[in-house]
């Protein structure tokens, strides 16, 4: 079976970024859009990244327009995430979620983390420093919701 750090994803620069390098670090991967009613969640994102990045926290934003929230194209993405919301955590290239093109770090997301297809945006994904799926979060919770979570994830070494 594959493992989180099999997968690279595609960072809005062009530069490949290979999984691999958060080796022992805790993941939080999450399909974005800045067009949904839900991506005041940025800031939220962008607060927990700061608090805990220091201590292993990577927050990874996977922008997608699968539910046709999204920017005009990934500068347009990148921009908005920064001016509206501070955003300097990592953000990729737009991906899908769902369907036979979908980006196949969401396919072992789905599969390893149960509950199926991504039905909306903001879905959330905890990774341990061991690369396991810990928990996948609803689109409307929150991130400050699960910030126990996130420190007992950081405290697991």
């Given at each position: ?23 022992g670090q805790v993941l939080l991967i999450v399909n974005t859009a800045s067009n949904c009613g839900l991506a005041p ?68 997301l789905k599969q390893t983390a149960g509950h199926g297809r991504i039905k909306w945006n903001f879905t959330k994904f ?32």
């Amino acid at each position: 079976m594959a493992s989180i750090y099999d997968f690279n994803v595609t960072e809005m620069s062009g530069e490949e970024l290979p999984l691999e390098q958060y080796r022992g670090q805790v993941l939080l991967i999450v399909n974005t859009a800045s067009n949904c009613g839900l991506a005041p969640q940025f800031k939220g994102l962008e607060d927990l990244y700061k608090k805990y990045h220091d201590e292993g926290l990577v927050v990874l934003g996977l922008p997608s327009n699968q539910f046709h929230q999204e920017k005009a194209d990934d500068e347009a993405t990148h921009d908005y995430c920064q001016r509206h919301y501070g955003v300097t955590f990592p953000m990729t290239k737009r991906v899908l979620v769902n369907g036979d093109e979908e980006d196949p770090l969401f396919t072992y997301l789905k599969q390893t983390a149960g509950h199926g297809r991504i039905k909306w945006n903001f879905t959330k994904f905890l990774i341990g420093r061991d690369g396991r799926v810990l928990n996948r979060f609803a689109p409307v919770t929150r991130p400050e919701t699960f910030e126990a979570e996130i420190r007992d994830a950081l405290a697991d070494r």
